[in-house]
């Protein structure tokens, strides 16, 4: 490796949240440098975060729109090979946009856009660049996600027949937009979340981590959302019914009204053959169900595990019975990603079949499902195409 | 305790599963005494089951409709005080009616009958003629099932919003019937076995548990059903959206093709301030999580537990850490069943809402459920009243 | 099977908490009869507890010695069987002896007498009179340890290298002996316990247990007893450290005061190919581990579990998922007991390795380790051979 | 901040594995950067590493020695503020030493010295010098062991009466040393690892941890050491009673020959009033026994995790149910220890008592356990004062 990649970043100011998690992502392999940001609409708390980072305070600027025209002017050897974008979400299109078309590589947290159009206009510039768009659904960074994916592919559990997914939370259980918390304020409002609440913000995880796992798309959705809360504007609960394409059925729920529930994503896949098994609170694990035989719990770290799946054991860090948690899952997104953004840099050969993390083509995916359960659920919980 | 309650069996003869079952349930606590059977319509295979079961000759019987005669021809000193039928589900109607008709106590496996028609005329018929009629619902038998309605019942979670509940097994993943296994070919035959498979056959406990332990009763339900193993004529998965009345919804869902799985019947209630989970596979213990507290796991058999809920205490035989089962669970239904019967043969008074077992009112609204879904998932998966 | 056994008891009264289990045990399956017993040295306790249970007053008697008497007497086709011996355990030896010598058979709560000497004294009355004596080790019933104990013996763990063994409680935590708790006043008096609390309640089956599985004896046995509450006589606590014949190492211990643990019976063997673990507490399941393989969790109940094992599927009642506990573990001891008893009763042949119950053997193994641990704890915790 | 913490390392170069792991930790938080380092003996290693890492190659060593010789010549403003040792175990003392000695802070692996007399002469060295000596012992980084050790201090559990600790792993349970695992090599020959292989590498943990959590010493230990692969030369089991200070008794074990058993350090410390039980491979949870009362398990994460236990908080990155793993444990020895670096750097006053790190009294601590262990096992394990 000749030099680190130089990063820069939109949003992840003094009261953010996701900001520091997308920087200890990017810091944990240490290929990564951060040089620059735009870290606040207010400049003076973008100059704030820039000090707290130890940046050169030439590279902390006012706004995104600057940070674009001042970098571009700085030479290939000084300026930023990728922008990572952590504002709240009506923001992340524009930004990306903007970032692209200046021919910066992009890193963008979910949700991708705040409806369909925005996300299919960033398909199309992205397509159009050649550029490398990462969307962070990282829950697909985890080992055993890979491992789950790879034992689908390998078609180890015959044709998938029943997916069950679920990402229930509880953190929403009282009107804490009410109470004057700062998250829950910009969640729960239209303006800044778009059309759905739970669904957008946590089911687009479970539709993702399901159709990453068994390559199978949704095609159709009988949604049942819901606002518990008084006077909340958006859903804080969504049960489906999903279809996938080739015949597999399955429900997918979340809810943020689980009470004292944490972040209890989870999945289960049933093929002719066999079943998998995985709960991201306990990421270092994945279970398998054959027909009339012990249970197979597979750990992380194992060389069987690299062996069934390299992508399994390209992302672990650490040997097994050290458990890894999310910020490793998160820094996988940004390590596989780099390498893409690297054999840019660098010019070489890439086969895009490698890139092992969501793409503008998931993003689209994402908000082409969450538009199609807000349809059905206003509906009444109708049938709707995705 | 001056004599041990008689008890008639109609089934489980030598081939049968479910009848052992029912008599090891009976004989748990000592005060019940099997001493009468039409085990079978085979006379000869109903003999020999009586001579297993070390029962005079005398009252094994080739029918159930000689049974009802000769025993009620008996004297009140000598014949069965109740009876027991264990036989495929499209006979249960006429032989408990029969039965109650002439007289006798009914225990009765579920699901109730083939379809409402039979369970309301049931319903009719036992509350014509004051008798005891218990349905096996035995999952509502464990402890801590009835500690978690207990919770609720005191207001502990507050207004429910959220239930989800599952039944998933596989032991239908292969086409079984085809391969001359007996327990799977009268289960998948709409004859013997009703107008669905896997939600009358499991569908139906986990609509039970969900009303038995919220007290709220499902009043809509958006199925989808399906056949995944070819050639089968029943469903042998169903995934439902359900909406509970008083604004509660849920997700509730059973498979049979839930590859080596066992009999994973679990529940998640949540309400306004805290949830509970239970999982029929590890039943001692019951969790409640309650806003920013350490998850509360009750154990069964704990003074705090009886404490908390006399029925709890009540349905415990061994002490805390000697783990109770399914068997157990099951013989709180004949415990609790046999009380009934045993203040109505001693005359004594008794308050209905001392009855903690599975009524006849039950076993209407199970097959109320499964119509509502069948008929559902027949137009496509829409709403549809229970 | 032309008639049920006939099963007599001593001890079990009113008060009291093991005589019940026992009779749960042998109603399970419907092939015992409880029809005698002196149930109390109190002669009124005794027909109370009589009459509770249904009994022929004549058949119940105010002394285990009139019983002995009066049983003899009757015919061969009127006498009980065997005899069950629940009572405190200063007392197991003596009742024990006369009913054998009086030739019954015995069934016997452990631990089998007050020392080893009582022990050695049964274990030659029971070779000269060739009469069934079983102890009721109950865990060695469980199918999964006769699951483990086949995995051992089929050498899939190689040598064993290792054993850790525990059996923490936490219900002497408190000094409830002095709060006048019946329990724990005879289980901490010298007198009635025998010469240890802890070790010989409860350490006693963790002994029994690693020599049932792994099939090796402990040689030594270097023990650290101690009694935490104060004023307390007996051990409510003790580490050893053992040694196994053939080079195996290991830990027992075991603990009435773990605070709040209930009956934590568990174990690990370790050998140079393969480990085995097992909780008492979720006993349905057993985990292997193997070098570079996923975990296997063993389900009770299924096929793969009986091929293994089939002394495993034949101590399994119910179907896989549907959870079996203690009584049906318990249930055992008196299945695989009733079958030996059975076939002395008929004149049958009876192979002795067919013996899968704890017998005499057993209970001298038991008084002989306990010896060694009191006798190390009292010179401070040094080498003592078992 | 105004500058990040300027960091040297010695070993960790291509080869090395736990190098990496320091690196990671460091990385974490943004607030220290890697710029020297002598990362091998042999000098092309050490500046292939050096290129690996981005580092300025004027800043590589080929010995540790020119490392120290060359960072003091470097004015205040561009030299290491402390220095990382990655080494073999034998190499710890005399590096660590002369950097003390030169005037730089010490991050050192454990265990900390090859031997007792090491570990009090480096002792001296830091209290004359005053500067930090940080060892990382790791696993008291984890935020469920702070609060483990604060509900302890609170006096939530009463006086404490029992600890059990263990460390079982698989690793060695072939003879890997013999087929050219260099991990394994250097750590089964006592030139290279000390006197002891399993209690050395591992034992020490458990010692720590236990020692942690309640504040109380072990005194005395009695150890049986065992060597069970063939021609091995290095004990790879280790079984001991032991007797900690104020009347505590307990059992700590540690394995490399536990098949396929990965780091499965856990410990139970049971008080008058309570229990705690935590396991690292699940660290995100504590469950707490209290009589009669359901088990609370505690979630990382929580309010009331960090109102409880305030260090437990400020060890908490992500929000709860994203679970955190080894490296942030790994982290917080970093974080804590540069918090006091930094306070050396900049002169501010600093209460030791704030010091939340393994000091060089720990790594003392830890080799006179060892010592005694050892010295208990070649008795034929007697008892031998820590």
């Known amino acids: 490796m000749n030099r680190k990649l130089r990063m820069g970043m939109v949003g992840g100011g003094p009261d953010a949240f996701i900001g520091e998690v997308h920087r200890k992502a990017a810091r944990m392999d240490g290929d990564i440098e951060l040089i620059a940001g735009a870290f606040s609409s207010d400049a003076a708390k973008s100059r704030q975060a820039g000090a707290t980072l130890c940046l050169d305070p030439a590279r902390v600027y006012p ?12 030479g290939p050897d000084k300026r930023i090979d990728f922008v990572t974008i952590v504002t709240p979400n009506h923001l992340h299109f524009p930004i990306a946009r903007d970032f692209l078309k200046a021919g910066f590589h992009v890193i963008v947290d979910k949700p991708m856009t705040l409806d369909a159009r925005e996300a299919i206009e960033l398909q199309t510039i992205v397509r159009e660049t050649g550029l490398v768009l990462a969307l962070t659904h990282n829950y697909t960074g985890y080992p055993m996600v890979k491992l789950a994916r790879d034992i689908v592919r390998q078609d180890d559990l015959g044709k998938i027949r029943k997916i069950v997914v679920q990402y229930p939370q509880g953190w929403l259980s009282l009107p804490l937009e009410q109470e004057g918390v700062k998250q829950a304020q910009w969640r729960t409002d239209p303006k800044r979340q778009g059309p759905s609440g739970c669904i957008q913000d946590i089911g687009s995880h479970a539709e993702n981590l399901a159709e990453y796992i068994t390559g199978l798309q949704i095609k159709e959705v009988c949604a049942d ?19 996938f394409e080739g015949g597999a059925k399955g429900i997918l729920f979340a809810s943020q009204v689980s009470v004292a529930h944490e972040n209890d994503l989870a999945i289960w896949v049933h093929g002719e053959k066999g079943s998998l098994e995985w709960h991201q609170e306990n990421p270092n694990y994945l279970y398998e169900y054959r027909i009339d035989e012990p249970v197979r719990t597979w750990r992380r770290g194992n060389g069987c595990v690299a062996a069934k799946s390299p992508a399994a054991g390209k992302a672990t860090r650490i040997p097994f019975g050290h458990p890894e948690g ?23 050969e890439w086969d895009p079949a490698e890139h092992d993390y969501p793409t503008v083509d998931d993003g689209v995916r994402g908000m082409r499902f969450i538009e199609a359960a807000v349809e059905s659920s206003r509906q009444g919980a109708t049938w709707v195409s995705v």
Chains 1, 2, 3, 4 share one sequence.
């Open 63 to 74: 706004s995104y729109a600057r940070m674009i025209e001042e970098e571009r002017r700085l």
């Open 225 to 243: 959302l819901t606002s518990f809360v008084e006077g909340r504007q958006l859903d804080d609960d969504g049960n489906c019914l999903v279809r």
């Open 326 to 348: 999310f910020i490793e899952a998160f820094a996988n997104v940004y390590l596989n990603a780099a390498a893409a953004i690297r054999a840019h840099v660098e010019r070489k």
